[in-house]
C-alpha cells in the first residue's frame, strides 16, 4: 500500500527575522505553510542564516522545567573542537499564534572527538563518538561539564566495522536516566544495505553501570535511483525519547533535484518491540524483522538535519520538536520547532513494517 506523506513545506533560506532583546526573534515567513492535513505537525519557525555555527550536530534539553511556555536551556554539540553551545528557546503568545525566540547562551569545551549525538538526564551528559560509537558520560550542572575528560564510557558490542563517517550518530536517554539508545547512520560491514541498527543500553538504578540490552534495526526508505552520487547519505541522523516514552527518529537522504541535492527529512515514531532483537549477530532479512516505524512527517528543504530532541511545550499544551542542521557545504544551519499533533503518529499516518510499499522519493 503508498504511503501518504505529510509534508510541512517551508522555504529555509531567507526566514524572517527581527531582532529582540538580544534575541533572535523568529517569524514565520508569509512563505511558509501550516501543514494543511489535520492531525499532522505544523513549522512553528525556522532559524537559519549563513552565520549560524558550522558543525552543529545532535541537541539536548537540559534546563526546561516550569510552566508552559517558559524559557528553557538546551545543549547543541558540535562535531569539531568539543564545543557544546547553550541554546535558550522561548515560546510567547498565544494558543493561536505561538511565538518561539531563540539565542544562543554559554560555550562549554569536553574532550575533542568526532561528538555527533547528545542527551542529557539526571546530572550526566552523554556524547557519542561517531567514528568509535563510544558514548562519553560527564558530570553536568548549571556551570558546565566537571572536566574535560568524560567520567565513564559506554560502547556497543557489534559484529562488524563501522562504516567512516556514517557511525553511531543519533543518541538519546530517557528522563530517569535508565534507558539509553544509539543509532547508526549506515549499516555495519556484515548488515545488508539500507539496514541500520538501533542499541539499547539499560541500568536499574543511576549507581549501576550501562548494560547492552537489545539491538535491533530499522529498514531505511529505498531512494528509487535518485540518490545524488556526490553526498551518498541514506539513514538515520538522530533520535529522541519524548516526555510519554515515544521513540522518534529522524531518517535522512540526500537526493538529486535536477542536478543539484537536495535534503529529504522524513521523522518516524520507531516501536521496537514489534521488530526482531538481533543481538550480536549480522541482519538476516530471512528471519529478522525490521522495526516498525510510523511516519509523522516529511520535511522537505535544504536543512541538513542531524539531532532532534522534545521542545517547549506550548500554551494550547502541544509538545514541540527542535531540529538542529548541520552547515554543510552550500546548506546552511540552523534550529527548527515542530509543533506535533496530540496524537503522534495518528491514523492518518502510515505504518511501515518492513519497508514494503514506501514512500516515493
Not at 73 to 89: C, H, K, M, N
Not at 145 to 163: D, N, Y
Not at 243 to 270: C, D, H, M, Q, S
Not at 288 to 314: A, S
Amino acid at each position: 500500500m503508498m504511503n501518504i506523506v505529510h509534508k510541512c513545506r517551508a522555504f529555509f533560506l531567507l526566514p524572517a527575522i527581527t531582532a529582540a532583546a538580544g534575541c533572535i526573534t523568529v517569524v514565520p515567513h508569509e512563505e511558509t505553510e501550516r501543514c494543511p492535513i489535520p492531525g499532522t505537525p505544523s513549522i512553528l519557525s525556522v532559524w537559519s542564516s549563513e552565520e549560524f555555527p558550522a558543525g552543529m550536530s545532535g541537541i539536548t534539553p537540559f534546563r526546561t522545567g516550569g510552566e508552559s511556555g517558559a524559557a528553557g536551556s538546551y545543549l547543541a554539540v558540535s562535531d569539531r573542537g568539543g564545543v557544546i553551545r547553550e541554546v535558550l528557546v522561548s515560546v510567547s503568545g498565544d494558543a493561536s499564534a505561538p511565538l518561539v525566540t531563540y539565542s544562543f547562551g554559554r560555550t562549554f569545551r569536553i574532550k575533542e572527538r568526532d561528538n555527533e549525538g547528545i542527551a542529557y538526564a539526571a546530572g550526566t551528559l552523554y556524547v557519542q563518538d561517531e567514528s568509535s560509537a563510544e558514548i562519553g558520560m560527564w558530570s553536568f550542572s548549571s556551570a558546565g561539564p566537571a572536566s574535560v575528560e568524560p567520567f565513564a564510557t559506554v560502547k556497543p558490542e557489534l559484529p562488524g566495522r563501522i562504516a567512516w563517517n556514517s557511525g553511531m550518530e543519533g543518541l538519546a536517554v530517557s528522563p530517569d536516566g535508565l534507558t539509553l539508545w544509539g543509532a547508526f547512520e549506515a549499516p555495519i560491514s556484515c548488515d545488508p544495505p539500507d539496514c541500520l541498527r538501533i542499541i539499547k543500553f539499560s541500568r536499574p538504578s543511576l549507581s549501576h553501570a550501562w548494560s547492552q540490552t537489545g539491538q535491533y534495526f530499522i529498514k531505511a526508505d529505498s531512494l528509487h535511483g535518485k540518490e545524488y552520487e556526490k553526498l551518498p547519505v541514506n539513514g538515520i541522523s538522530a533520535i529522541c525519547i519524548l516526555p510519554g516514552g515515544e521513540l522518534v527518529a529522524v531518517e535522512r537522504a540526500t537526493l538529486r533535484r535536477l542536478f543539484l541535492p537536495a535534503v529529504r527529512v522524513r521523522i518516524y515514531k520507531l516501536l521496537p518491540e514489534y521488530g526482531s532483537p538481533i543481538a550480536n549477530s549480522p541482519i538476516d532479512l530471512g528471519k529478522h524483522r525490521p522495526v516498525n516505524k510510523e511516519l509523522i512527517c516529511e520535511i522537505p528543504g535544504m536543512l541538513n538535519f542531524e539531532g532532534i530532541c522534545p521542545g517547549p511545550v506550548l500554551p494550547d499544551g502541544r509538545q514541540t520538536l527542535l531540529l538542529i542542521a548541520d552547515a554543510a557545504g552550500p546548506l546552511p544551519g540552523g534550529i527548527m520547532c515542530l509543533a506535533l499533533p496530540d496524537a503522534v503518529g495518528s491514523s492518518a499516518a502510515h505504518m511501515s513494517q518492513s519497508g514494503v510499499g514506501e514512500t516515493n522519493p
